[in-house]
């Protein structure tokens, strides 16, 4: 590219925002401006720009585009001196001109010239000379983007996080932010509160200097008497009740609060300030209707977050907590489920508490649920309106967005707000507050959102002895009534009924057929078959005893599953298939001949592919039952049930096979029919022996045929199954070098795509074939041709690097310390000839993919150390010989030296980083 001009980017700018420019020329702009901001020129132009520009969007880009060169063309000490001040002057300039988010991006880029290159001394300076009046703006600014910087990097360290690119400095204590701050944080304080005297002359400055005041806080100048003292602090409860000022005194208030969790010193002045002006900001708040959502919602926030801190170690419950639990109810009572829902934290807090009383003080413990009782019951109607659908729900179609949003309110902050509010009552006691109101309105088919609203709490109380024996007979006498509700009604209490199986089943039992034939009435009913078929399939699961006694019904059912939709269809059947697994041995091939013998009349009788794949996908399914139900059964048992199925597969075998021979040229058909295989082999596991040779036989021949990715990948089940025998073991092999070579042949001649999934399951078998059997495995031929395979595939784009990674990754899994030696021995056998290949194209792969492969080669290279190969050094250093010469020396003998070193995956990753970084761009 020429060197471009200031005209020729703004030209550009202005056409890439233009409404009416085409949607090529913006790409092209977009890859122009792109390019443009990675030139040396590009420093002097949005300087120029910047200096003399007043469009919005030409100084968005400029702001923009700053920050990128001095985050990734790294400018040294002396230009980021100069950058900073230019910044400074521009920022100051256009002050009253830009739009805020414009200065802040400004703001950022010194924040970011910092990070190169720490100057505790900037913040004073700025400090001194931006105090006038028509600069300080610009000095609050700054030091609210400097605090939030900084005090996301404070979080990071509290929590123990680790820079993720190696261009980024360490989290820790001499992080280059943390740095510039802390010694500067009381100059800071002081000058706020010096701005905050005149600030009342000024409104729009208020907001600002509480937003500061906030930021800084946390990094800890003042004493806790000073912060509780600090006419901010005290100007802040007042603040909540403005909306102009509200948000921003809710950071303070809230970091307030955050401050209480430092244990270093004692809070008691803060802890004191907050827990008096908790009435106070719900005084705030109780006055506000339905159309002052947004204060409430600021207000409850702070309520929730200052409540929160004090229940977080709780060792006693006081007068002030019941109180502050009365005032919390209160809060959530406001209609609006946004502000509502602010509430939810602190129901957690305050049950993680109380629940840890109970091991170490069980006389606090029961103390608590004794006190918390009365306040907390008043929980329950709030949770119940809350929970019920609104008025317009009648309205909603499937899929609509407002009932997805109130699912999944439901599903995942109101759930657990039950749960929570339930152990604190105890269940029973929570559930008798609820149960009434179902009492009340279930003979009125109107009210059906209050009926529908209590089954949906129950389904979400935790389970207990007292309330699943106090509850669930009353409940589950119900169907028949509930059976004629609201089709909502009916799928919440489709709900209940899975999840009190377990119940149902040790003492339910004479409730059991209506509550079947309820559910099955509602598979053919819209909306709620889909709940009715899980519910089926869970019930088989945890309700055993029962539902083997009903067992010929859900096998009439099975027969019937045409009238189903396919997807209930396959769920019903694998449900069955697992329920087999429960029947007693003398009823099981009775059982398995009636529930294949249909499918199979329908499979001969069929010739339309789409009939057949459906009926597959049946089969596959009820398989599928069979292997998640057979895995927990009893030795014995466990054969039984795979002879009975070992058994009815053969007879269904010559249909299949014939299916198999016509479908081949069908890559969706030859799809299910491997799924269904490979489902069959893992239900009848050693039991499939008789049929394993003439499967094999027809997966060689339809491979052969017509190759499909999918018999590699069912050749990787036989491979599960029998390669942990021996007698297997060179059998299978002799497949896999027929299937492979194939493969590697049919590649060569005609490439199949960057996204072949015949190079991911070739991957994918040798991966099963080192878990099996792997020293064999790496003295074959078949394991080298692999191997390069798999290099090649790191450093060529066009098929999947990510198989291949995990192929060399489990060819090198070997190398942990807890495999057997044998193992460890082979593994480095085979890598002696192959290491500085293997090395070569490990560093190839580093410097011309991207920053993610540095990962994935790093823990392979790990891999290659554990094995304390003392050659891994000369194959690295061949690798970093064949880079090209643009790479300094230097640079590969630190990158070698610091892999020497090097113990953990963050360091391998970070120096490969660095090398992907030093690499010419050109060469990438």
């Not at 209609?335 to 957690?348: E, K, Y």
Request: charged residues 20%.
């Amino acid at each position: 590219m020429a060197a471009p001009t200031a005209e020729e980017v703004v030209k550009r700018i202005q056409a890439l925002y233009g409404p009416q420019t085409p949607k090529e020329e913006r790409d092209a702009c977009d890859k122009w401006l792109q390019d443009f901001r990675k030139e040396e020129v590009a420093w002097t132009v949005i300087d120029q720009l910047l200096t003399n520009s007043e469009d919005q969007s030409v100084l968005s880009f400029c702001a923009t585009a700053l920050t990128w060169r001095v985050k990734n063309a790294k400018p040294d000490q002396a230009l980021s001196a100069q950058l900073q001040q230019c910044v400074l002057n521009h920022i100051v300039r256009l002050r009253q001109k830009a739009p805020k988010p414009i200065l802040q991006q400004l703001s950022l880029t010194i924040v970011k010239l910092l990070v190169l290159h720490p100057n505790p001394s900037l913040v004073p300076e700025l400090c001194n000379s931006l105090t006038q009046p028509e600069t300080v703006d610009v000095l609050l600014l700054f030091l609210d983007t400097l605090g939030d910087e900084a005090g996301f990097i404070l979080e990071e360290l509290e929590e123990g996080a680790e820079a993720t690119r190696a261009d980024e400095p360490d989290i820790n204590d001499e992080h280059p932010l943390l740095v510039s701050v802390r010694p500067n944080t009381r100059l800071v304080m002081d000058l706020i509160h010096n701005v905050w005297s005149g600030a009342q002359s000024v409104p729009s400055r208020i907001s600002f200097v509480l937003k500061v005041y906030a930021k800084w806080l946390r990094f800890g100048s003042l004493q806790p008497e000073h912060v509780a003292a600090s006419p901010i602090t005290q100007a802040s409860i007042q603040a909540l009740g403005d909306l102009q000022h509200a948000e921003d005194a809710c950071e303070v208030v809230t970091e307030l609060a955050m401050l209480l969790a430092d244990k270093t010193q004692n809070w008691t002045p803060v802890s004191t300030f907050l827990s008096s002006n908790i009435l106070n900001i719900y005084n705030l708040l109780a006055p506000l209707g339905p159309d002052d959502s947004e204060r409430a919602d600021i207000l409850t926030r702070v309520l929730a977050r200052i409540c929160r801190m004090f229940v977080r170690d709780m060792s006693v419950i006081t007068v002030d907590t019941i109180a502050m639990v009365g005032i919390m109810v209160k809060a959530a009572s406001y209609p609006d489920q946004r502000v509502f829902s602010h509430t939810l934290g602190f129901w957690h807090r305050l049950q993680v508490a109380v629940e840890s009383l109970k091991d170490k003080n069980p006389a606090a413990f029961e103390a608590a649920i004794k006190g918390l009782s009365e306040p907390l019951s008043a929980i329950i109607p709030v949770l119940l309106k809350h929970t019920a659908f609104p008025a317009e729900a009648d309205k909603w179609t499937e899929g609509d967005d407002d009932e997805d949003a109130f699912a999944d309110f439901r599903r995942n902050d109101l759930s657990e707000a039950i749960e929570d509010c339930s152990q604190l009552l105890v269940p029973i006691n929570a559930v008798l507050k609820a149960y009434p109101a179902l009492v009340q309105n279930i003979g009125n088919p109107a009210n059906w959102r209050e009926v529908e609203a209590v089954l949906f709490f129950i389904s979400c109380v935790p389970r207990s002895e007292p309330l699943e024996n106090g509850l669930y007979p009353q409940l589950l006498a119900n169907s028949v009534a509930l059976s004629q509700q609201h089709w909502r009604v009916r799928a919440a209490y489709i709900e209940v009924i899975r999840i009190a199986g377990p119940w149902i089943n040790e003492k339910g039992g004479e409730f059991m057929p209506a509550l079947l034939d309820f559910t099955i009435a509602c598979l053919a009913q819209p909306h709620v078959h889909k709940t009715a078929i899980s519910t089926i399939c869970s019930l088989c699961k945890t309700c055993t005893q029962h539902m083997v006694r009903l067992f010929p019904v859900l096998k009439d059912r099975a027969m019937l599953t045409g009238s189903l939709t396919l997807e209930n269809a396959k769920k019903l059947m694998d449900g069955i298939g697992c329920l087999t697994c429960k029947l007693p041995e003398s009823e099981l091939n009775g059982a398995v001949e009636g529930l294949c013998s249909p499918i199979l009349i329908r499979l001969q009788a069929a010739s339309d592919p789409g009939v057949i794949t459906i009926e597959v996908q049946k089969l596959m399914a009820l398989f599928r039952g069979v292997d998640s139900g057979v895995q927990k059964e009893s030795d014995s048992k466990m054969v039984a049930i795979s002879q009975a199925w070992a058994k009815a597969f053969g007879v269904m075998w010559p249909a299949l096979n014939s299916i198999i021979e016509r479908a081949v040229q069908s890559e969706d058909l030859m799809e299910h029919l491997t799924g269904l295989l490979r489902y069959v082999m893992l239900a009848c596991d050693t039991e499939f022996r008789a049929h394993l040779e003439p499967l094999i036989q027809t997966l060689v021949t339809a491979f052969n045929t017509k190759p499909h990715s999918c018999l590699l990948w069912l050749m990787g089940t036989v491979i599960t199954v029998f390669g942990k025998e021996d007698v297997y073991v060179g059998p299978i092999m002799d497949v896999m070098n027929v299937l492979i070579g194939r493969t590697v042949k049919m590649l060569a001649e005609e490439p199949v795509g960057p996204n072949s999934d015949f190079i991911q399951e070739i991957f994918y078998l040798m991966t099963m074939g080192m878990n099996r059997f792997p020293t064999r495995l790496l003295a074959s031929p078949l394991a080298a041709a692999v191997f390069d395979v798999a290099l090649a595939s790191i450093v060529n784009s066009d098929v999947k690097r990510e198989a291949a990674f995990l192929t060399l990754k489990f060819f090198l899994d070997a190398t942990d310390p807890r495999s057997q030696p044998d193992v460890r021995d082979a593994v480095r056998a085979f890598l002696q000839p192959r290491g500085a290949k293997l090395a070569e194209a490990m560093i190839v792969a580093v410097i011309n993919r991207d920053l993610d492969t540095s990962d994935r080669v790093g823990d392979i290279l790990l891999n290659i150390k554990e094995l304390k190969e003392p050659q891994l050094q000369a194959w690295l250093h061949h690798a970093l010989s064949a880079l090209p010469q643009d790479i300094p020396p230097k640079a590969k003998q630190a990158c070698l030296d610091s892999f020497n070193k090097a113990t953990r995956k963050k360091e391998v990753h970070i120096l490969l980083e660095k090398l992907h970084r030093e690499a010419p761009s050109n060469w990438r």
